[in-house]
């Protein structure tokens, strides 16, 4: 079974501020690496994802996420956020083999205020 | 592009009433999954379907059900409705291959409040 922490629950910054929003995880097997993001009262998106190759991946709205497989982590940042970032952010992992149902995180609301 | 389509995306029922959710995949996906998020919390995975069987289970309760159909698109079945099954229901499908790394699409999802 996997599981996904997000220990910021909440993280507040500034505009044009940059922003890690911080993800482990723990399997037992080798998982792909996803993070979406819901904004409020709307769907899920996704934001980037980690199959194999890189360990940085760069995804949309100027995000990206690094996959340290040692710390099991994969952390997602942004150089400079805008107010229109706010929004729940999740950290999903799901196993490489059979069907690759999503295990998430518990979220981490980013507000980013002028 | 097509995306996952979900209905009704709002829904009361009364309790002990019940509900069906409909889900139509991205044309061509051969996988359905469904998610609840309650309030404040994580989407919490519910049933998958792969080629039309249940593929997986998880935290789904004994009151629910769900299946798919011939033309791919999905239906979850919800009776016997408790206040705590007020949440957002999402859909999402993808294309499944063994090892290809299928990308998950969600729906809008569909919001049920249970009164």
């Known amino acids: 079974a996997q599981s996904v922490t997000q220990l910021d629950s909440q993280v507040p910054v500034f505009e044009e501020a940059p922003v890690e929003l911080r993800c482990n995880y723990s399997s037992s097997v080798s998982v792909y690496l996803f993070w979406y993001v819901q904004y409020p009262n709307q769907g899920l998106q996704l934001l980037l994802k980690y199959l194999s190759g890189s360990t940085l991946v760069k995804g949309i709205n100027g995000f990206e996420a690094e996959f340290n497989k040692s710390q099991t982590s994969f952390h997602l940042r942004k150089p400079s956020v805008h107010i229109s970032d706010t929004a729940e952010y999740f950290c999903a992992v799901s196993e490489i083999r059979g069907f690759q149902k999503l295990v998430f995180g518990t979220g981490t609301r980013l507000l980013v205020s002028p | 592009a097509a995306g996952v389509i979900q209905s009704p995306r709002h829904l009361i029922k009364e309790k002990r009433e019940t509900a069906t959710l409909k889900c139509y995949p991205i044309p061509r996906h051969d996988t359905v999954y469904w998610y609840q998020q309650g309030p404040g919390q994580d989407p919490q995975f519910l049933i998958s379907?792969?080629?039309?069987?249940?593929?997986d289970k998880g935290s789904i309760p004994d009151r629910f059900s769900a299946q798919q159909f011939s033309d791919y698109h999905s239906e979850l079945n919800m009776s016997s409705l408790e206040l705590g099954d007020s949440a957002l229901y999402f859909c999402?499908?993808?294309?499944?291959?063994?090892?290809?790394?299928?990308?998950?699409?969600f729906g809008e999802g569909s919001w049920l409040t249970v009164v």
């Open positions: 999402a499908s993808s294309f499944t291959k063994a090892n290809s790394g299928n990308t998950i699409y």
């Open positions: 379907f792969y080629e039309k069987m249940q593929s």
